[in-house]
């Protein structure tokens, strides 16, 4: 998520709203930068869409890329990158 990160309740905020997502498996908060990177096999419209009624904000999804994780598993993983405009 794109936003202003530049407090430490807006950063719990996302963190706290990431954590609590299932079925996401691993995130990165890129503070200085204001984006956010997830990993999983989840469908990135619907965590962008609990992700914004969590934070109270808007999403926006940036690029998706599917990863390969090499444990032929058949886990279809994503990686999601999402951006926050301004309120």
Do not use: Q
Not at 34 to 40: A, D, E, N, P
Not at 51 to 58: E, F, P, Q, V, Y
């Amino acid at each position: 998520m794109r936003t202003n990160i530049d407090c430490g309740g807006c950063y719990r905020k996302i963190r706290d709203a990431l954590l609590k997502m299932e079925e996401l498996e691993s995130h990165l908060i890129e503070r200085k930068h204001g984006r956010v990177s997830v990993l999983g096999a989840f469908d990135p419209h619907a965590v962008a869409v609990k992700m914004r009624k969590m934070i109270n904000r808007r999403v926006e999804i940036l690029d998706i890329k599917k990863v390969d994780v090499g444990d032929n598993s058949g886990d279809d993983r994503r990686l999601l990158a999402v951006a926050d405009s301004d309120k």
